[in-house]
């Protein structure tokens, strides 16, 4: 089992929708999340850290679940810009904080 | 702000021949790290370093070899480049462990080996 799973995906939605991708982990020492945006042939950018509490930036919406070992990210009003593979990323803070990367999910926002 | 620099950003090798990719950094991170990206398949961890001094073997390490030169620079080194590792080639660096700071990475190289 891989230690972070993520929907397959491939998401196709139309401008305007609101979509929701998951994301469990297996390590219980994981300590710190993440989800990434990698646009096609581009290296992994930061989109925001999960926190325990949940957090909210713009029309995005990370949520955290400790007990279930589960990252969920939520885009309301889907934008064109928004196409991208979204990664899921867990990091424990031993070890140099190494992060264990998702394979992506991929979204597709249609007009 | 240049974030992370990687060198070159697409090569060509003939199987048997040796490369070294470069990467630096100007964030003052102290951890830094070496991916690679195959098509269908999420960053699987080659080598990393915690500081300046220290490497360990990230989950995927066989056929590599890195150099921690100072705390700007983690080079990684093909000594003898096999097909296998036709691969997108990410350096990354971090802010020290325990804080919720991500990673920022390096536009990659793009290898080929035939």
């Known amino acids: 089992r891989k230690e972070v799973e993520q929907d397959p995906g491939p998401f196709n939605v139309p401008e305007g929708a609101t979509v929701a991708f998951n994301c469990t982990y297996s390590n219980s020492a994981s300590q710190s999340f993440f989800w990434y945006r990698q646009d096609c042939r581009k290296e992994p950018k930061l989109l925001m850290s999960?926190?325990?509490s949940g957090n909210e930036d713009g029309r995005f919406t990370a949520q955290l679940n400790r007990a279930s070992q589960y990252i969920s990210l939520l885009i309301r009003d889907s934008k064109l810009s928004d196409s991208a593979t979204y990664l899921c990323v867990v990091r424990r803070n031993t070890n140099a904080g190494k992060s264990t990367f998702g394979d992506g999910t991929t979204l597709t926002v249609k007009p | 702000n240049a974030g992370v620099t990687q060198t070159p950003k697409f090569q060509v090798l003939k199987t048997g021949q040796s490369m070294t990719l470069q990467c630096a950094q100007d964030m003052n991170h102290n951890s830094m790290y070496w991916y690679r990206q195959d098509p269908g398949m999420g960053l699987r961890l080659i080598y990393y370093?915690?500081?300046?001094?220290?490497?360990d073997k990230g989950e995927v390490p066989n056929g590599y070899n890195v150099s921690r030169l100072n705390k700007r620079e983690f080079s990684l080194r093909l000594e003898s480049a096999a097909p296998s590792q036709t691969s997108v080639y990410f350096c990354a660096s971090s802010e020290a462990i325990g804080t919720n700071y991500g990673y920022t990475f390096g536009s990659g190289t793009r290898l080929t080996v035939v």
């Open positions: 370093s915690a500081s300046e001094g220290t490497t």
């Open positions: 999960v926190y325990s």
